[in-house]
């Protein structure tokens, strides 16, 4: 094999992504090789599932293309690191589809349940902060250096995306910013050098008397995912919130699809509810927030000429669902 070919690979397994994007799976099953829906079958390898402990005890799910041991020595860094923020009461199960998609794009997705006790309530639930990132390249830098595991050499720790969900996405542009806050902050924290680029669902800095917290987001490139149904951060809110953000950055709108577009099932249990109905199939909903995702982290940490085509040029999907605004 030469060595162009992990990137011919990568190319044309983006391409494949792109075409077949809107087909639709089963969850993965954990510490599996689960392949993807038949439909794809053919065009990509599977997608391993693993578990993993991050440093402070939380459960992570560990999303990667299964790359055989006798060819890993042919994809050292290929794969950048992409750690998932939770929405508040949302357990990382209801974001197996998105982990499974983000990462037939060329990412180890890194999902997990960060589990808090705050007044009010009275058992640990779901409310991540800002040190699970380092927890997660924590952990999987150790795990890229451990030749007993998959991932062994395979993650680019030198380039590290955020995806955050609602509550998970603004503790992520909190991350972004290297802010350490009361209720979102173990202690200490500073934004890894790794960290630059960003892409939140759901999330606006608005305030309820109208004003927007402004954060430094310099250096990290973030995108605004929002679905135009979202009746739990109103679009309104993030019209408002990405003029703050620095360059480069983007507001990609998903219309038809609602607060919890990005998960596998609508108001999962647990959560609050979203009061508006989407429109648009759940499962194609969260297939155009994984895609387009994909195709902001793709431009902004490989410098992929077919997503900033995306991206830049097209500016959305042919079928007018998905709208990218860029300045």
Known sequence: MSAVRPLRFLVLLFASFLSAMSSAGS?????????????????????????VTLPRG???????????????????????????????????????????????????????????????????????????VTDVLTAISAADGDRTSPLYKIVDTNHMGLVGHSLGGSVGLYAVAGLCVPTI??????????????????????NNDGTV????????????????RDGV??????DLSYPTLEFPRALITIEGANHFAICDEDNPVGANPDPNAPTLDQDLATAYVARWTGLWLRMQLKDDPLARQWIDRIGGSFDGVVQVFTD
């Open 27 to 51: 969850p993965a099953t954990m510490n599996s090789a689960v392949p993807l829906p038949a439909s794809l079958s053919g065009l990509f390898p599977v997608v391993r599932v693993q578990s």
């Open 58 to 132: 939380d459960l992570a799910d560990v999303y990667a293309l299964d790359i055989p041991p006798r060819l890993r020595h042919r994809f050292t860094d290929a794969f950048p690191l992409v750690a998932v923020l939770q929405g508040a009461l949302v357990d990382k199960s209801h974001y197996q589809r998105l982990g499974r998609l983000l990462a037939a794009q060329g990412f180890v997705v890194v999902i997990p349940n960060h589990l808090r006790t705050l007044p009010g309530f009275p058992v640990a639930v779901a409310l991540t902060d800002v040190n699970v």
């Open 185 to 206: 902050c173990d202690g200490t924290y500073q934004r890894p050098a790794s960290l630059q680029a960003a892409a939140f669902y759901g999330t606006n800095l608005a």
């Open 213 to 228: 917290t402004d954060l430094d987001t310099s250096g990290v490139a973030v995108a605004l995912v929002q679905g135009s």
């Open 233 to 238: 951060s109103v679009p309104a809110e993030a």
